[in-house]
């Protein structure tokens, strides 16, 4: 929290926007994202790759954040997004978000999902496995269409993050696997249908990575398969894509690096390779998520109950939790609080900011240093913009929250609160029994 955050009232402010007000206005909890601030890592993105006259895509990982509005935004500052189901795919299309710019992943894609994808002409297929490359093959013959692809590939490095969030490791259950020859094999199924045009490969090796040195060997690998790929079957990398995992800053004790810096790093290591092969250099592509939306998107809580017992670290209870913020319970992630009628306030106690779900480990913040705070406050947990609302449930039937963008002073809602009818719009009455 830096003085630009706080206005004239000495309340926290978000690109203009009173955070009270907006707690006030659209009740709580309350998802808010800082809009010029997602524009502006687009911008970073871009301009790193733009002085480096190199050729990419940002295609932005839609499963940190995703509705209608998003993927509008993200139309509008020019990017691709990367989809991983046909529910991604079909709020995109609601959006207006033109399928030629989405990628489509995943590891078990099925035959529905990827006729949708085919018969919308998705710009390319993350081709994951086998079982795909035979779907593929039949959905381009039955709808008589063509698709490109591109090859995941498990590159086999180990990204230093938390378990659950890796996915480059040789034991993964993504891609095709480098090292014993299935990169090949899979590459000659797919060239050899001439409906199926196949533009290069793609690895991720996990998320929330905060140091380079994971990507420039990757992209060392990448740069290998390319060089291989051309000797051994004349064909040109047209594409490498290296992913998506920069790391955001979520507390102070993390490291931090700007996002576009594992980029330029990128860059750099695949310059020199692509001069040492004497290859052309392919267009990059990348595929971040929480460095666009994680930092630019908090969520405001009202505070209600506090338990305290002498001996025992107090308890103070917010009107949301593991439904709309599982990251806490399920990776051990943490996060900073700050009064948003009063961010300046100085730390009294350390409380454990926990939730209204009935579970002990409805947690959100093991060790909260926080002002004095009584029920009625507004309270901001920070940089809860990706993976928050898009891992969200209905558990104990709470309602998912609204969204709000903001952008300069001005506030749209962009996803209204879910209602108790929402809740039961999808049941029917039982009919068995008597
Ligand atoms: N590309 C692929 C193929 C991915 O699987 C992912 C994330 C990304 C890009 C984007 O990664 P990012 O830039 O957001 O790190 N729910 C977890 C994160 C799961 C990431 C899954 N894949 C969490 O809350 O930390």
Known sequence: ITDNDINADGHLQIDGCDAVELAHQFGTPLMVYNVSAIRDQFHQFNKIFEQNDIDYEISYASKAFANTAMYQLVNQEGGHIDVVSGGEIAVALHAGFPAAKMSFHGNNKSLEELRLAIQNHVGVIMVDNFHEIQLINQVVEELDETTNVIMRITPGIT???????????????????????????????????????????????????????????????????????????????????????????????????????????IINTIKEQASQYNLQIPAIWIEPGRSIVGSAGLTLYTVGSQKRVDGIKPYVAVDGGMGDNIRPMLYDAEYEVVSANNPRAQPVEEVRLVGKYCESGDVLIKNASVPSLTAGDVVAVLDTGAYGYSMASNYNLNLKPAIVFVEKGKAQLVTKRQSFENLYELDNNLELGD
Do not use: C, W
């Open 159 to 265: 990204a230093h993050t938390h378990e659950f969030i890796q996915t480059g490791q040789v034991d993964s259950k993504f891609g095709f696997d480098l090292a014993s020859g299935q990169v090949e094999k899979g590459f000659e199924l797919l060239h050899k249908n001439p409906r199926v045009h196949v533009l290069g490969f793609h690895a991720h090796i996990g998320s929330q990575i905060s140091s380079p040195d994971g990507f420039n060997a990757l992209a060392v690998k990448m740069m290998q398969l390319a060089n291989k790929f051309n000797t051994e079957y004349d064909f040109t990398t047209e594409v490498l894509d290296l992913g998506g995992g920069f790391g955001i800053q979520y507390v102070s004790t993390d490291g931090y690096l700007a996002p576009e810096k594992f980029v330029e790093s």
